[in-house]
């Protein structure tokens, strides 16, 4: 089973700071990783699909990159909506897994 | 406009049984892999099953042997049939559709399963 380490747990910044939110895959899942956003009593929201494109209606300040092991999702300048949890999943082979998440809250 | 809506869960007992469903609409259901995805209130999300276009299916360890998802593409709807469940087996779940090879693009709003005597 693939492990995800997603970094740092929480991020305490204020709007319009950038975030830097970091996945880390026990293994290679090439560029097939995806992420999600989850705000409190709601379903995940796709942002990411395949480690860069962003899904429909997601704004330009989300961008995704990396391949291998290694991703990063950046938001540009944190608008006061963007304050919730990330988390990443491999789509590489199964089991499919999820990260651990990272808190983004409001400093 | 795509919906997923999740029926079935409640309160049950330890070894006991329970049949989740997720109504789809809005998309061709029948060439659509589906996820079943589960989270405790308040911790993580965890994948627990998924199914492809040909009905393969594909589970978490944690629930292979247990749990079987399927599809009846005449009702549009996704099911995932839970046996033996523990208290580890308490959760929202989630039905969600695949865009790209099993990202999810559409989530239902869940449906929560606990698990007590």
């Known amino acids: 089973e693939i492990v995800l380490t997603q970094s740092p747990a929480t991020l305490s910044l204020s709007p319009g700071e950038r975030a830097t939110l970091s996945c880390r895959a026990s293994?290679?899942?090439?560029?097939?990783l995806a992420w999600y956003q989850q705000k409190p009593g709601q379903a995940p929201r796709l942002l990411i699909y395949?480690?860069?494109n962003r899904a429909t209606g997601i704004p330009a300040r989300f961008s995704g990159s990396g391949s291998g092991t290694d991703f990063t999702l950046i938001i540009s300048s944190l608008e006061p909506e963007d304050f919730a949890v990330y988390y990443c999943?491999?789509?590489?082979?199964?089991?499919?897994?999820f990260g651990g998440g990272t808190k983004v809250e409001i400093k | 406009e795509v919906q997923l809506l999740e029926s079935g869960g409640g309160l049950v007992q330890p070894g006991g049984s329970l049949r989740l469903s997720c109504a789809a609409s809005?998309?061709?259901?029948?060439?659509?892999?589906m996820t079943w995805v589960r989270q405790v209130p308040g911790k993580g999300l965890e994948w627990v099953a998924g199914?492809?276009?040909?009905?393969?299916?594909y589970y978490a360890e944690s629930v292979k042997g247990r749990f079987s998802i399927s599809k009846d593409i005449s009702k549009n709807t996704l099911y995932l049939q839970m046996n033996s469940l523990g208290a580890g087996d308490a959760a929202v779940y989630y039905c969600a559709k695949d865009l790209f090879r099993w990202s999810l693009d559409y989530w239902g709003q869940g449906t929560l399963v606990t698990v007590s005597s």
């Open positions: 199914i492809g276009n040909s009905a393969e299916a």
């Open positions: 395949e480690a860069s």
């Open positions: 999943q491999q789509c590489s082979s199964w089991p499919l897994t």
């Open positions: 809005g998309f061709t259901f029948s060439t659509n892999a």
């Open positions: 293994q290679s899942v090439s560029s097939y």
